[in-house]
């Protein structure tokens, strides 16, 4: 199944970007290739840039407040573990604890690296960074993969907090939903909003058999699904046909 997820605010929205970009700093990482690790300092930069609202630690912060009241009004109830809960919650003290105590914005201690902030400065343009622009840079490249390794761990410890602060954020918003599989008659899909619950996060899982992608939209009345099917001529076009895929509302 390939698995399709659609924010329903700005701040999921942002979320689910920077989880992307943790995701893939963490596989460049582990790779040995020069390329890689550039393209890892390039990810840092990106999560820097993401992440640079003024409000982005305020709200991740406040999230994680909001978990721990609602998981600790639980408490007595028997149809829930309370060693589960103490697990849940002391993990949310742990991930609020890291991240108010970095100072600033995630990522403003790497500003203060010249060496990191000249190629920060050529990155973003087309060939910017080649051996006459930046030769420390290029004279980087060449170290010794543990080296480079070394160096990526150390500028990325700053990030850490936030990464990990959004990826508990994120598991506990999809444990909140159930799945169920629904129809999309002639390859269109609404439904309803209920009142008074507001959705956070909409996970769409489709048989890639069907060669069927999702054009999703939505907020806080309604959702829409248009399926759609690449052509001959690599453009998408809708797809008519009846067609079920799996739909999961998380709050």
């Avoid at 697990?87 to 970095?102: K, N, R, Y």
Wanted: hydrophobic letters at 40%.
């Amino acid at each position: 199944m390939i698995l399709y997820e659609y924010p329903f605010n700005e701040r999921v929205r942002t979320y689910l970007r920077l989880e992307q970009l943790f995701a893939r700093l963490a596989e460049l990482m582990a790779r040995s290739s020069p390329l890689d690790h550039h393209f890892a300092i390039q990810t840092i930069f990106e999560v820097m840039d993401v992440a640079a609202r003024a409000d982005m630690k305020s709200d991740v912060l406040k999230d994680i407040d909001r978990h721990r009241l609602q998981l600790n009004s639980y408490r007595g109830n028997p149809a829930i573990s309370e060693r589960v809960l103490d697990e849940v919650i002391g993990q949310l003290d742990a991930c609020f604890a890291q991240l108010s105590g970095l100072a600033g914005k995630t990522g403003q201690s790497l500003t203060e690296n010249d060496w990191l902030m000249a190629i920060r400065s050529r990155i973003g343009i087309p060939g910017g960074t080649c051996e006459f622009d930046l030769p420390a840079y290029f004279h980087w490249q060449h170290r010794p993969v543990q080296h480079r390794q070394a160096d990526l761990q150390r500028w990325s410890q700053t990030l850490v907090p936030l990464a990990e602060a959004i990826s508990l954020l994120m598991k506990m918003m999809r444990d909140s939903g159930s799945p169920h599989k629904v129809i999309a008659p002639g390859g269109q899909f609404q439904q309803n909003l209920p009142q008074g619950r507001t959705y956070q996060l909409l996970r769409l899982a489709i048989d890639p058999l069907l060669g069927l992608i999702p054009e999703i939209s939505g907020n806080r009345l309604m959702l829409s699904v248009r399926l759609l099917r690449q052509g001959d001529d690599e453009r998408l076009h809708p797809a008519p046909d009846d067609a079920a895929f799996e739909l999961t509302l998380c709050i």
